[in-house]
């Protein structure tokens, strides 16, 4: 088990920022193209988050042309470059699936003011 643990350490990313539930982010993700990669952002809420280590989850959510679209990104993916926090959300709950349902203002997520820049 040590063996597997230290694997996972290696592949582990070490300047991620401190994510939460309700956080509006801007994930910027390799894409590649034929012989070409270029990086694309994608922008919306964290809905939820899951797992842990080198096997953490997030799922962002976002509206597209009145569409709601979800990803999931592995954190410790070499395809993700980086994670950057728009807005701290300030939430009740661990998992906001009930955004779903909501159209419109009802889908905003109040802003926390008092979280401190990371």
């Known amino acids: 088990m040590d063996i597997i643990r230290a694997l996972e350490q290696e592949g582990m990313k070490q300047n991620l920022p401190n994510l939460k539930i309700g956080d509006y982010v801007k994930v910027n993700v390799k894409v590649k193209e034929g012989n070409r990669q270029r990086i694309q952002a994608y922008e919306g809420t964290i809905i939820a988050m899951r797992g842990s280590n080198i096997r953490k989850t997030i799922t962002v959510r976002r509206l597209s042309?009145?569409?709601?679209?979800?990803?999931?990104?592995?954190l410790h993916?070499?395809?993700?470059?980086?994670?950057?926090?728009?807005?701290?959300g300030k939430v009740r709950r661990a998992k906001l699936y009930y955004l779903r349902s909501r159209v419109g203002k009802g889908a905003r997520v109040k802003e926390d003011i008092t979280a401190s820049k990371d």
Do not use: A, T
């Open 65 to 74: 042309y009145g569409i709601g679209v979800e990803r999931v990104f592995p």
């Open 77 to 88: 993916s070499p395809n993700v470059d980086s994670i950057e926090i728009i807005r701290r």
